[in-house]
């Protein structure tokens, strides 16, 4: 059982930033695709930014272009989000999820079954 571990979250003030990660302690994360996925109160889940560890091809959502980016830490095992000109409306739980046997992000992954969950990691916007 492949367990990931989203971190980094915390309370900002608009305007402001932070940046996620998301770890699999004792397994490796080549060649797998990593999506970040976030959910608001009371709203559905919704993709955020993909990255493959295959091809390191990226993808984000329209409304976090410019100002999310995406990387792969391969020395660590880890994928990072890192997030600025956070906004209010950015406010949710973020997840980091692992998918097998895709090489590239495009846009509809987000729609894709992964194959392994982490648990959540809170992001708070203030205004």
């Known amino acids: 059982e492949v367990q990931l571990q989203a971190s980094g979250g915390g309370l900002v003030q608009a305007g402001g930033s932070l940046r996620l990660s998301c770890a699999a302690p004792?397994?490796?994360?080549?060649?797998?695709?990593i999506v970040w996925f976030r959910q608001a109160p009371g709203k559905e889940r919704e993709g955020v930014s993909c990255?493959?560890?295959?091809?390191?091809?990226?993808y984000h959502k329209e409304f976090v272009k410019g100002r999310f980016t995406i990387s792969s830490v391969n020395a660590k095992n880890t994928v990072t989000l890192q997030m600025r000109s956070l906004k209010p409306e950015d406010t949710a739980v973020y997840y980091c999820?692992?998918?097998?046997?895709?090489?590239?992000?495009?846009?509809?992954?987000?729609?894709?079954?992964?194959?392994?969950w982490g648990k959540g990691t809170q992001v708070t916007v203030s205004s």
């Open positions: 999820a692992a998918l097998g046997g895709v090489s590239s992000c495009f846009g509809r992954i987000f729609d894709v079954g992964m194959d392994y």
């Open positions: 004792g397994f490796t994360l080549d060649d797998w695709t």
């Open positions: 990255i493959s560890r295959s091809d390191g091809s990226t």
